[in-house]
């Protein structure tokens, strides 16, 4: 599945929680907490998918691409408003799934991604203003799927994933006018990581190094996006989430080696 915020930047008004997949079963529910953490459940989306991703546009939390079945690859995107009304904008420009998605200034901008569950990568990427419009923006430094995406201040910034056999250690970022950036890539080539940022950084952390292999490796951006020195995850973990709260980024959970192999592993990065 996919989470993300709706509402004003810095004042959003919902957190919405979207798709995912449950065995063979795709999913299109849509769950909305508000700020005093009332759960709701807007209209669903449009098609049942995991593999999807989520980036604001203005107030409204677009949700793009995914996986509709073993088979099927999806290019639709909903867009919910403050009101958790759903519409839906014009489709990404081809079907994608397991592609990163973040915001930059008023822009969502989706990334990456493959058109196949056999691993074809891609570096495409599509931005939606404010107004719901859609325009095609430089690609990708190179062609990634399993990639994470984040934002800091105006930036949006993509990076790793995997292409085949190939695990990718660019970086690519996106201003507030939609101008490609050059930054510094990770120290470790890896996937299915996870960023988070808090107080000004940007953190991408844990990820695969191969198919069943997890990594600790940590790599953060500051607000300029200049790469800065934090120490590594303690546990090497794939498929982990992460969340801010005050000044700590808190990681949890993931993948230490095949599917079967996880952990319950919780620790915080403080910036001070």
Known sequence: GAAGSAGPAGAPTHLLVAGGMSGSNYKDTVDA????????????????????????AGSYLLFAGGRVSSTTITDVVDAYDTALTRTTPDVLPAVR???????????????????????????????????????????????????TA???????????????????????????????????GFTTARAQLVACET??????????????????????????????????????RRQLAAASVSNYIIFAGGRTGSASSTTSATEAYTVI
């Open 33 to 56: 907490f508000d700020v005093s953490l009332t759960r709701t459940t807007p209209t669903v989306l449009s098609t049942g998918r995991g593999g999807l991703a989520a980036a604001r």
């Open 97 to 147: 799934y397991q592609l990163g998605g973040a915001s930059a200034g008023n822009y969502a901008i989706f990334a990456g991604g493959s058109n196949s569950t056999s691993g074809n990568a891609y570096a495409t990427a599509t931005a939606y203003s404010s107004a719901l419009v859609r325009s095609s923006i430089s690609n990708l430094s190179a062609g990634a799927y399993e990639l």
């Open 150 to 184: 984040g934002s800091i201040g105006e930036y949006a910034v993509f990076g790793g994933g995997v292409s085949g056999t190939s695990y990718r250690t660019q970086v690519s970022s996106y201003n507030a006018t939609l101008t490609k950036l050059a930054v510094s």
């Open 199 to 236: 107080e000004g950084y940007l953190v991408f952390a844990g990820g695969a190094t191969a198919s069943t292999t997890g990594s600790n490796a940590a790599d953060a951006y500051d607000g300029t996006l200049t790469k800065v020195t934090v120490d590594n995850l303690n546990t090497a």
